[in-house]
């Protein structure tokens, strides 16, 4: 097991910061919208934002603003806890752990090739980790953040990703480099079945129970031959129905799930909902703007009921975020920082 390193910054000294002026140390995050920027890819240093729920203020580089060091390269996903929140830096090969309230440095976990999405429950984190570009299995990584050590390495498929509690017993990874769907029992941590589904899972939904959905994109052209997307229905890791888009040129992605239980998702910059129940894939646009270029990030936030839309732009430049109602109106739009990938959404 590898033990956490921890970088603790004893009598901080207050600085100029770049969210005009402020310092970050005597700001409250315990509650609000955790933004995730991921930065430039080469050279650059991922940037995490707050949003302040209540005062409608966004804060800019708090990390680096708490902390006085740049959080790292590339910044890729976040996930909290009741006193912490744990932030994965892909590139750096580390998770960030800092306090929820102050968002001071609490330690850093390294000992990670390639980290990509993370969870926590019932004390543990679940890290996905690529491993390497070289088409070799990833793992899913357990981590217990208190005593600061990786407990196991669960090899699963090809490029994991995204991933969803099922039930409280197991945990649904989607694999997007050879295909797959991993199982994984929580209790044993230990895989427990691999499932195939069409090309290129790109994000899993719980859905109650033992039911859950995953969202393939389908190949790009770009790939070879081109296939369309579709959205597979499992239960007890079993598959029970899966609906097929009708274009070779529909590739969605970031499912999520609403208040309302129903099904959201990604494709050609529009949001497409489908009804509460439904299995079969909507074509019609929820939601579009012209001034959309693309939707790289997407969630949905149950306090404020609003759904948060990522543009990347030109991934090279400052991007945007757009907050839309349950009216498909976009309430208001922040400047986020560059290539703006994740949300976390504290309760």
Same mark, same amino acid.
């Given at each position: 097991m590898k033990k956490i390193i921890f970088s603790v910054f004893v009598g901080l000294t207050m600085f100029a910061c770049r969210d005009r002026g402020h310092s970050g140390h005597d700001r409250d995050y315990s509650q609000g919208v955790i933004i995730v920027n991921e930065g430039l890819f080469s050279g650059g240093s991922g940037n995490i934002q707050f949003y302040n729920s209540s005062t409608k203020e966004l804060w800019d580089q708090v990390?680096? %603003?708490? #902390?006085?060091?740049?959080? !790292? %390269?590339i910044a890729q996903s976040v996930a909290y806890s009741n006193d912490q929140v744990f932030i994965v830096v892909n #590139? %750096? #090969?580390k998770i960030e752990i800092v306090n929820r309230k102050t968002f001071e440095s609490e330690g850093t976990q390294y000992g990670l090739n390639l980290p990509d999405e993370i969870l926590y429950w019932d004390g543990k984190l679940f890290v996905t980790e690529w491993v390497n570009f070289n088409g070799d299995r990833g793992n899913v990584v357990i981590v217990d953040p208190h005593a600061g050590t990786i407990l196991k390495r669960i090899s699963v498929g090809v490029t994991p990703s995204k991933m969803a509690i099922i039930n409280g017993t197991h945990l649904a990874v989607v694999n997007s480099g050879d295909s797959t769907i991993s199982y994984i029992n929580i209790a044993n941590q230990s895989l427990e079945k691999t499932m195939e589904v069409n090309q290129n899972p790109n994000s899993v939904v719980a859905l109650g129970g033992s039911k859950f959905a995953v969202l393939c994109g389908g190949n790009p052209s770009w790939k070879g031959k081109e296939t369309a997307g579709s959205l597979h229905f499992f239960e007890f890791g079993n598959e029970t129905s899966r609906s097929v888009f009708s274009q070779m040129t529909y590739h969605p992605t970031l499912l999520c799930k609403n208040a309302n239980n129903q099904? !959201?998702?990604a494709l050609d910059g529009k949001l497409l909902l489908m009804a509460a129940g439904s299995t079969q894939v909507t074509e019609t646009a929820w939601f579009s703007h012209p001034g959309i270029s693309g939707i790289y990030g997407m969630g949905y936030n149950e306090t404020d009921q609003h759904w948060w839309i990522s543009d990347a732009k030109d991934f090279s430049s400052r991007g945007t975020i757009y907050r839309v109602n349950q009216n498909a109106t976009i309430t208001d739009s922040l400047l986020a920082g560059i290539v703006p990938r994740n949300f976390g959404f504290l309760k």
């Amino acid at each position: 097991m590898k033990k956490i390193i921890f970088s603790v910054f004893v009598g901080l000294t207050m600085f100029a910061c770049r969210d005009r002026g402020h310092s970050g140390h005597d700001r409250d995050y315990s509650q609000g919208v955790i933004i995730v920027n991921e930065g430039l890819f080469s050279g650059g240093s991922g940037n995490i934002q707050f949003y302040n729920s209540s005062t409608k203020e966004l804060w800019d580089q708090v990390f680096d %603003s708490v #902390n006085n060091r740049p959080i !790292g %390269s590339i910044a890729q996903s976040v996930a909290y806890s009741n006193d912490q929140v744990f932030i994965v830096v892909n #590139n %750096s #090969n580390k998770i960030e752990i800092v306090n929820r309230k102050t968002f001071e440095s609490e330690g850093t976990q390294y000992g990670l090739n390639l980290p990509d999405e993370i969870l926590y429950w019932d004390g543990k984190l679940f890290v996905t980790e690529w491993v390497n570009f070289n088409g070799d299995r990833g793992n899913v990584v357990i981590v217990d953040p208190h005593a600061g050590t990786i407990l196991k390495r669960i090899s699963v498929g090809v490029t994991p990703s995204k991933m969803a509690i099922i039930n409280g017993t197991h945990l649904a990874v989607v694999n997007s480099g050879d295909s797959t769907i991993s199982y994984i029992n929580i209790a044993n941590q230990s895989l427990e079945k691999t499932m195939e589904v069409n090309q290129n899972p790109n994000s899993v939904v719980a859905l109650g129970g033992s039911k859950f959905a995953v969202l393939c994109g389908g190949n790009p052209s770009w790939k070879g031959k081109e296939t369309a997307g579709s959205l597979h229905f499992f239960e007890f890791g079993n598959e029970t129905s899966r609906s097929v888009f009708s274009q070779m040129t529909y590739h969605p992605t970031l499912l999520c799930k609403n208040a309302n239980n129903q099904l !959201g998702y990604a494709l050609d910059g529009k949001l497409l909902l489908m009804a509460a129940g439904s299995t079969q894939v909507t074509e019609t646009a929820w939601f579009s703007h012209p001034g959309i270029s693309g939707i790289y990030g997407m969630g949905y936030n149950e306090t404020d009921q609003h759904w948060w839309i990522s543009d990347a732009k030109d991934f090279s430049s400052r991007g945007t975020i757009y907050r839309v109602n349950q009216n498909a109106t976009i309430t208001d739009s922040l400047l986020a920082g560059i290539v703006p990938r994740n949300f976390g959404f504290l309760k």
